[in-house]
């Protein structure tokens, strides 16, 4: 027998009647047409689950421990300090920045109660804030953080509900705010101190937009100290423009970032007037625009 007959016969011998490799035969067309071949069943593509069969199926207690293993790293992450009390206002759980925040470790911050560490706090504040939260209230709580040294640092701390250990348990997101209540108390009272200055004082950008005027500056070129400034051009109040131009380049230039001379003004009237002025030059930051501090007096 020639091999290429045998290779038939073989491949014949192994398939079931009807089928060729897997592929159904359709009947003889009446054309007398050779046979055409189709596929003998649908392929499976079906997804399997998981588990794999066999393998023993994932006990709740194992898919909460997978979602604390999450929240851990998600907390770690974290740039705000983030706390988790039960219901009695124990810490469960923290992250590396309420350590930082805070001083303990977190083996010593497990257990102990957020009464010692958030100033003013107290049981009758959490059941208050556990039934805003509950009520889907947005809950913030301006404070003070008490350190292990025996220190403190400014405190927003803003409170919502998750599921940890207990489906009530309330996540904690505690912000540090001391610099930003510094640099708030610090520019209130400049502000504070321009406006009752009796010296006329201008803040000015390169156009000569006026950003800021105090009482004494508006009093001195509208002649009342209620006129607002702000978003004027300085150029209305100016004889000569182009002194003003020059005296802004001066303070940009010079190491000192100051310039003094006098400067053409026009008074209430319109009235023109040579004012002893004092120009400081603020350089940009992060972006900023350039101003400039205009003090001058009569």
Same mark, same amino acid.
């Given at each position: 027998?020639?091999?290429?007959?045998?290779?038939?016969? *073989?491949?014949?011998?192994?398939?079931?009647?009807?089928?060729?490799?897997?592929?159904? %035969?359709?009947?003889?067309?009446?054309?007398? %047409?050779?046979?055409?071949?189709?596929?003998?069943?649908?392929?499976?593509?079906?997804?399997?689950?998981?588990?794999?069969?066999? !393998?023993?199926?994932?006990?709740?207690?194992?898919? @909460?421990?997978?979602?604390?293993?999450?929240?851990?790293?998600?907390?770690?992450?974290?740039?705000?300090?983030?706390?988790? *009390?039960?219901?009695?206002?124990?810490?469960?759980?923290?992250?590396?920045?309420?350590?930082?925040?805070?001083?303990?470790?977190?083996?010593?911050?497990?257990?102990?109660?957020?009464?010692?560490?958030?100033?003013?706090?107290?049981?009758?504040?959490?059941? %208050?804030?556990?039934?805003?939260?509950?009520?889907?209230?947005?809950?913030?709580? /301006?404070?003070?953080?008490?350190?292990?040294?025996?220190?403190?640092?400014?405190?927003?701390?803003?409170?919502?509900?998750?599921?940890?250990?207990?489906?009530?348990?309330?996540?904690?997101?505690?912000? /540090?705010?001391?610099? @930003?209540?510094?640099?708030?108390?610090?520019?209130?009272?400049?502000?504070?101190? !321009?406006?009752?200055?009796?010296?006329?004082?201008?803040?000015?950008?390169?156009?000569?937009?006026?950003?800021?005027?105090?009482?004494?500056?508006?009093?001195?070129?509208?002649?009342?100290?209620?006129?607002?400034?702000?978003?004027?051009?300085?150029?209305?109040?100016?004889?000569?423009?182009?002194?003003?131009?020059?005296?802004?380049?001066?303070?940009? /230039?010079?190491?000192?970032?100051?310039?003094?001379?006098?400067?053409?003004?026009?008074?209430?009237?319109?009235?023109?007037?040579?004012?002893? !002025?004092?120009?400081?030059?603020?350089?940009?930051?992060?972006?900023?625009?350039?101003?400039?501090? *205009?003090?001058?007096?009569?």
């Amino acid at each position: 027998m020639k091999w290429a007959n045998l290779k038939t016969a *073989l491949r014949t011998a192994t398939e079931e009647p009807g089928k060729t490799n897997g592929l159904v %035969k359709d009947a003889p067309g009446a054309d007398g %047409k050779p046979d055409t071949l189709k596929p003998a069943s649908t392929p499976d593509i079906s997804v399997r689950k998981h588990p794999p069969p066999g !393998a023993a199926a994932a006990t709740p207690q194992d898919e @909460r421990s997978r979602d604390r293993s999450l929240c851990k790293a998600l907390m770690a992450s974290m740039y705000d300090a983030l706390l988790i *009390l039960d219901e009695k206002g124990n810490v469960i759980a923290s992250n590396p920045r309420a350590e930082l925040f805070f001083g303990y470790d977190e083996a010593t911050l497990w257990g102990m109660s957020a009464f010692k560490l958030i100033a003013g706090f107290n049981p009758v504040i959490l059941n %208050k804030i556990r039934a805003y939260v509950a009520d889907d209230r947005f809950t913030v709580l /301006n404070t003070k953080g008490m350190k292990q040294d025996g220190g403190t640092f400014a405190a927003e701390i803003a409170f919502g509900s998750i599921f940890y250990l207990h489906e009530d348990d309330l996540l904690l997101t505690i912000r /540090n705010v001391d610099r @930003r209540q510094k640099a708030e108390r610090k520019l209130a009272l400049e502000r504070d101190t !321009a406006a009752y200055s009796a010296i006329p004082l201008l803040l000015i950008d390169e156009a000569f937009t006026i950003q800021y005027a105090n009482t004494a500056a508006a009093e001195d070129l509208t002649g009342n100290p209620e006129t607002s400034l702000v978003d004027q051009s300085l150029s209305t109040f100016v004889k000569d423009t182009q002194a003003l131009q020059n005296a802004c380049t001066k303070a940009a /230039n010079a190491d000192t970032a100051r310039w003094a001379g006098p400067l053409p003004l026009k008074g209430p009237r319109g009235k023109p007037r040579s004012v002893n !002025a004092t120009l400081r030059h603020l350089p940009p930051q992060r972006g900023d625009q350039t101003l400039f501090v *205009l003090a001058f007096t009569p």
